[in-house]
């Protein structure tokens, strides 16, 4: 089947719900579930704070189907060596399960790595995903349908880790008896994770940042991952949830007219006028985004990880939404307006803004469409009441329709849960689960220990994996010493490691 990728999101056509990037986390409900499920994970990584960082660049021929006999292609899968300060035989190894997005994004910019590798004389190994990159299993095709896209799973990602972490330790001189240690974030995360739990002699840990392996249909109530959003707004300034809350029909009311549209087209200098009642709804499609995006981003210093973004982004937006309810609706929503373009227009550089899009384009966003619309089905939803948005429940229907609509699939709502053992951790050891409390998707991560070697970490003032980030001298002491925390557990599973027979 060819893919049916029709006008109105980024990916497509997914019209009726909406997914969030996981990376990095853009934003998820059902294409309001599509398109937002793309973790903005999704999860990492920001050219801002970017180090001059020195890596090589190789390839392994990987079977495209790990579970199967009739398939029996293969394809180069890129991954990326620093072994500067990797001096002696059996040291370390660092291994990055990467996410959904092009390898040497997160490479530059997963500054934990960088700056431990030294203390730890650690090998750096950042390992692309089939699909994304460079790492192409059909090469110009393998988006070209959905028979092509069918070796597209976390299944065969990590028996893709697997075998390159094998292949590593038998070809690469003093690594057969080093300790690998699995580090991601978000999406990344969420694969660290489950490669030491379903390969545990491939690393002998994992430290899974921002991880949401319970946003999983029946394991977190759909509506925490908005509810965490908004109390980010909530106490980032007076009236700033309640504001934007109030906004929704603000705009019905004003884009009731063509003078409305008009107005709120110039008043937010789109690039594409509003013209329609459907304009208006992908307009409000659009904020709802950015509230989502600016929550999972809510640095403590500058940066640009989705966009480049003032301190504290959160609050520089609150500062335009204080007003009291005696405001008008056009009053309002100049406050909307100036609040969007902290986000848009940090910079003063933007001309006009740009309702198609959120966030970086070093996202695979089809890639995590099609990955959404199979496993990896995270319900959303919203009540406009313990959150500030309107209301949309999770419909599980209309994901499958339009699944099935874009890619001629449906996703198995289980089947991750199946996978990898829900909620049941209680077998299993030497994982690392940390957490911001400002990031949306911490609502569907382990934030409570499971046991003395299944822990979690929680950094109340902490934003998207912001751990596996560059030290900053404006960093909260809560991120400090979950860095240092995260390096005494490594040191001790490589000690472990070295005492095993």
Same mark, same amino acid.
């Given at each position: 089947m060819e893919l049916n990728l029709k006008a109105g999101s980024p990916g497509g056509g997914m019209s009726a719900w909406k997914v969030v990037l996981l990376l990095v986390g853009v934003q998820c409900l059902h294409v309001v579930a599509l398109k937002s499920q793309l973790f903005t994970r999704g999860d990492a990584l920001d050219y801002s704070s970017r180090k001059a960082v020195d890596y090589k660049t190789f390839y392994l021929n990987q079977k495209i189907d790990h579970f199967g006999f009739f398939e029996n292609g293969t394809f180069k899968q890129r991954y990326l060596v620093a072994d500067q300060h990797w001096h002696q035989a059996g040291g370390p190894i660092l291994f990055y399960t990467g996410n959904e997005g092009d390898i040497t994004w997160f490479c530059n910019n997963t500054g934990f790595m960088w700056q431990v590798a030294e203390e730890l004389g650690a090998m750096l190994v950042f390992a692309e995903h089939r699909y994304y990159g460079d790492s192409m299993p059909f090469g110009p095709d393998s988006y070209s349908d959905s028979k092509h896209l069918n070796y597209l799973s976390s299944e065969q990602a990590l028996a893709d880790f697997a075998v390159l972490i094998r292949e590593l330790k038998g070809s690469w001189p003093g690594a057969r008896s080093s300790a690998v240690i699995a580090v991601g974030g978000s999406y990344g995360g969420m694969l660290a994770a489950w490669l030491r739990m379903k390969y545990p002699s491939a690393v002998v840990g994992a430290l899974a940042a921002s991880a949401p392996i319970w946003q999983f249909p029946g394991m977190v109530p759909c509506g925490d991952f908005h509810r965490i959003v908004s109390q980010d707004f909530a106490s980032s300034g007076?009236?700033?949830? *309640?504001?934007?809350?109030?906004?929704?029909? =603000?705009? !019905?009311?004003? %884009?009731?007219?063509? #003078?409305?549209? &008009?107005?709120?087209?110039?008043?937010?200098?789109?690039?594409?006028?509003?013209?329609?009642?459907?304009?208006?709804?992908?307009?409000?499609?659009?904020?709802?985004?950015?509230?989502?995006?600016?929550?999972?981003?809510?640095?403590?210093?500058?940066?640009?990880?989705?966009?480049?973004?003032?301190?504290?982004?959160?609050?520089?937006?609150?500062?335009?939404?204080?007003?009291?309810?005696?405001?008008?609706?056009?009053?309002?929503?100049?406050?909307?307006?100036?609040?969007?373009?902290?986000?848009?227009?940090?910079?003063?550089?933007?001309?006009?803004?740009?309702?198609?899009?959120?966030?970086?384009?070093?996202?695979?966003?089809?890639?995590?469409?099609?990955?959404?619309?199979?496993?990896?089905?995270?319900?959303?939803?919203?009540?406009? *009441?313990?959150?500030?948005?309107?209301?949309? =429940?999770? !419909?599980?229907? %209309?994901?499958?329709? #339009?699944?099935? &609509?874009?890619?001629?699939?449906?996703?198995?709502?289980?089947?991750?849960?199946?996978?990898?053992?829900?909620?049941?951790?209680?077998?299993?050891?030497?994982?690392?689960?940390?957490?911001?409390?400002?990031?949306?998707?911490?609502?569907?991560?382990?934030?409570?220990?499971?046991?003395?070697?299944?822990?979690?970490?929680?950094?109340?003032?902490?934003?998207?994996?912001?751990?596996?980030?560059?030290?900053?001298?404006?960093?909260?002491?809560?991120?400090?010493?979950?860095?240092?925390?995260?390096?005494?557990?490594?040191?001790?599973?490589?000690?472990?490691?070295?005492?095993?027979?």
């Amino acid at each position: 089947m060819e893919l049916n990728l029709k006008a109105g999101s980024p990916g497509g056509g997914m019209s009726a719900w909406k997914v969030v990037l996981l990376l990095v986390g853009v934003q998820c409900l059902h294409v309001v579930a599509l398109k937002s499920q793309l973790f903005t994970r999704g999860d990492a990584l920001d050219y801002s704070s970017r180090k001059a960082v020195d890596y090589k660049t190789f390839y392994l021929n990987q079977k495209i189907d790990h579970f199967g006999f009739f398939e029996n292609g293969t394809f180069k899968q890129r991954y990326l060596v620093a072994d500067q300060h990797w001096h002696q035989a059996g040291g370390p190894i660092l291994f990055y399960t990467g996410n959904e997005g092009d390898i040497t994004w997160f490479c530059n910019n997963t500054g934990f790595m960088w700056q431990v590798a030294e203390e730890l004389g650690a090998m750096l190994v950042f390992a692309e995903h089939r699909y994304y990159g460079d790492s192409m299993p059909f090469g110009p095709d393998s988006y070209s349908d959905s028979k092509h896209l069918n070796y597209l799973s976390s299944e065969q990602a990590l028996a893709d880790f697997a075998v390159l972490i094998r292949e590593l330790k038998g070809s690469w001189p003093g690594a057969r008896s080093s300790a690998v240690i699995a580090v991601g974030g978000s999406y990344g995360g969420m694969l660290a994770a489950w490669l030491r739990m379903k390969y545990p002699s491939a690393v002998v840990g994992a430290l899974a940042a921002s991880a949401p392996i319970w946003q999983f249909p029946g394991m977190v109530p759909c509506g925490d991952f908005h509810r965490i959003v908004s109390q980010d707004f909530a106490s980032s300034g007076p009236n700033c949830d *309640v504001n934007i809350r109030r906004s929704w029909g =603000a705009i !019905d009311k004003i %884009a009731s007219t063509a #003078e409305g549209l &008009a107005w709120l087209s110039g008043t937010f200098s789109l690039c594409a006028p509003l013209k329609s009642r459907p304009d208006s709804v992908a307009f409000k499609e659009w904020l709802q985004e950015t509230w989502v995006n600016l929550a999972m981003v809510d640095y403590p210093y500058e940066a640009s990880f989705l966009q480049p973004l003032p301190a504290w982004p959160v609050q520089a937006v609150c500062r335009h939404l204080g007003f009291d309810s005696s405001v008008s609706d056009y009053q309002l929503l100049q406050g909307v307006s100036e609040a969007a373009r902290v986000y848009y227009n940090h910079t003063g550089a933007t001309a006009c803004l740009n309702t198609s899009s959120t966030a970086t384009g070093s996202l695979g966003f089809l890639g995590w469409y099609y990955q959404a619309c199979t496993e990896m089905v995270m319900p959303l939803c919203t009540d406009g *009441v313990q959150d500030m948005f309107e209301p949309q =429940a999770w !419909d599980f229907q %209309a994901f499958s329709d #339009e699944c099935q &609509a874009l890619f001629g699939v449906r996703p198995r709502a289980s089947w991750a849960e199946t996978l990898y053992g829900g909620k049941d951790l209680s077998a299993h050891s030497n994982i690392i689960f940390s957490n911001g409390g400002l990031d949306p998707w911490s609502g569907g991560g382990v934030t409570r220990n499971i046991s003395d070697s299944v822990v979690a970490i929680v950094i109340p003032q902490g934003a998207h994996h912001l751990d596996l980030r560059y030290d900053n001298e404006r960093d909260p002491p809560a991120v400090r010493g979950a860095r240092a925390l995260e390096v005494d557990y490594f040191k001790a599973w490589v000690r472990q490691a070295r005492r095993a027979p």
